[in-house]
């Protein structure tokens, strides 16, 4: 199943986030994830950067995944962004990336994590997707494709 929904809600998609910096990226996802789903912006982004320090989060392929364990939460929960200019989330490949899923999960939940970076991480392997999600035209359908294809079909 590569349905990403249960992740990431449509108010917590951007579908053109200018950032000059993977840390203004970071920043204005998780100022995302508290308007829509109630989590401390200082909070997340703090634990983000922690582990960004530990190691890059960048997939290649132009893909990063920043995630991090953040207190409070009662399950993963997600943001989506296409950056404006790709920025270096220190992917083996040395691609900047531009298509970034920001992961937080509550601490006493590491398995579900792994099993939700897992998911983010084949699904974004997919050439065809990383392509769909380049090309969709905004938040409504950029869901479409987190939702599955049924949700893709009707759109």
């Known amino acids: 199943m ?8 449509a108010d917590a998609i951007l579908p053109r986030l200018l950032a000059t910096s993977r840390r203004q ?45 953040v207190p409070g939460l009662t399950r993963p929960i997600g943001a989506f962004a296409r950056l404006e200019p790709a920025q270096d989330f ?19 939940r590491g398995a579900d994590h792994l ?8 699904f974004m392997r997919r050439a065809d997707m990383r392509e769909k999600l380049r090309a969709a035209r905004g938040a409504e359908e950029l869901y479409a494709l987190f939702a599955g294809p049924a949700r893709v079909d009707a759109a």
């Open 2 to 9: 590569n349905e990403l929904s249960d992740l990431v809600t």
């Open 25 to 69: 990226a970071i920043q204005t996802l998780c100022e995302t994830l508290a308007r829509s789903a109630g989590v401390e912006a200082r909070a997340a982004f703090d634990a983000v950067l922690i582990r960004e320090r530990l190691a890059g989060t960048g997939m290649g392929e132009g893909v990063a995944v920043p995630h991090a364990f």
């Open 90 to 108: 220190d992917a083996l490949d040395g691609r900047p990336a531009d298509l970034v899923f920001l992961l937080l999960s509550p601490p006493e």
């Open 115 to 122: 099993k939700a970076l897992a998911r983010i991480s084949r």
